[in-house]
């Protein structure tokens, strides 16, 4: 009898992990994440002049209201962009968080809350990784101990391709699994001439041109078949601010396109900041722990 229950419960264990592997296949080799701070949903129909991300639209998924936790603003959302989960269980809860104003409930390897970059790292170890960015406070939020280049555009303001060039250098060399290249630019604009102004439109045009520029570096690395690119922001913005609550500062585009990824369908399903990092670990196959709450949108998937 004993026997009989053990092969039972072997059989079980059997069945549970085949399904579990099932569900966490890899769906794509490659996935590029570019972010542009401040970038409003509302602006992208306003938008005359973004033929390439217009092109990414029309070739996967988006939606434009993707919506910022509280506050609508930068450290506390690019954290739970890459966190998977909210300022209440990782702790970042300001603009320019640091570390973490309430106590992280889960600490990962490094002491950190763990980000998307540190769950890839655990479970595949021989990945690259990237995080490059203009804002030097994304470093404090992305775990860069699990990143293998973490590097700031310097004086960007002053040379404003900078970010894209080392965006293209890094596909190209080093072909990463996992990158996210992250521009200050059009929250600069926000801020000094206005959200939804001519400039703020220029300046979204301009990020529109290193878009196709990354692109084409995919393609130049021989990786472009193989890599998922999303598109996204940390929040939007109103007049020359952020960090209430209104639409206009909380909601902001998500856009993803690439292999098994199905072609000109707006996401019907709410979606939120965090579940942006459970969406990547969905295409890498990972478990995701339990302090996250971010969900997939599995919406935009062929199967």
């Known amino acids: 009898m004993k026997k009989l229950v053990l092969f039972a419960l072997c059989l079980c264990l ?111 170890p021989d990945v690259v990784t990237g995080c490059l960015a203009e804002w030097d406070g994304i470093k404090y939020v992305v775990d ?56 703020y439109y220029e300046k979204l045009a301009e990020l529109d041109v290193y878009v196709g520029r990354l692109e084409q570096a995919l393609k130049t690395a021989g990786i472009y078949e193989d890599t998922i690119i999303i598109l996204t922001a940390d929040h939007g913005g109103k007049d020359k601010g952020h960090g209430g609550n209104s639409l206009l500062e909380m909601e902001h585009p998500f856009i993803i396109c690439g292999p098994g990824i199905k072609s000109g369908q707006v996401i019907p399903e709410p979606m939120m900041q965090y579940d942006t990092a459970a969406t990547i670990a969905y295409i890498f196959g990972l478990e995701t722990p339990h302090s996250w709450v971010g969900k997939p949108v599995l919406s935009v998937f062929q199967e």
């Not at 910022?68 to 739970?80: D, F, I, K, R």
């Not at 293998?148 to 060399?173: G, K």
């Open 14 to 124: 059997v069945s549970v992990t085949q399904a579990q592997q099932k569900n966490l296949k890899v769906r794509a080799k490659h996935v590029l994440v570019i972010g542009f701070d401040g970038w409003g949903g509302y602006s992208v129909p306003k938008a005359h002049d973004i033929p390439n991300i217009s092109r990414l639209m029309q070739q996967g998924c988006y939606t434009l209201k993707k919506r910022s936790v509280l506050p609508s603003s930068s450290a506390v959302n690019w954290a739970t962009m890459f966190n998977g989960s909210c300022p209440e269980l990782h702790g970042y809860t300001t603009w320019n968080s640091r570390t973490p104003e309430i106590p992280s409930v889960e600490l990962n390897e490094h002491g950190v809350f763990p980000t998307i970059f540190s769950i890839l790292r655990k479970a595949r």
């Open 144 to 199: 860069t101990l699990a990143i293998d280049n973490y590097d700031l555009a310097p004086d960007w303001e002053h040379h404003t391709s900078l970010l894209c060039q080392m965006a293209e250098r890094f596909i190209v060399e080093r072909k990463p699994t996992l990158l996210a290249v992250c521009w200050d630019q059009l929250d600069h604009v926000g801020h000094a001439d206005g959200h939804d102004t001519p400039s």
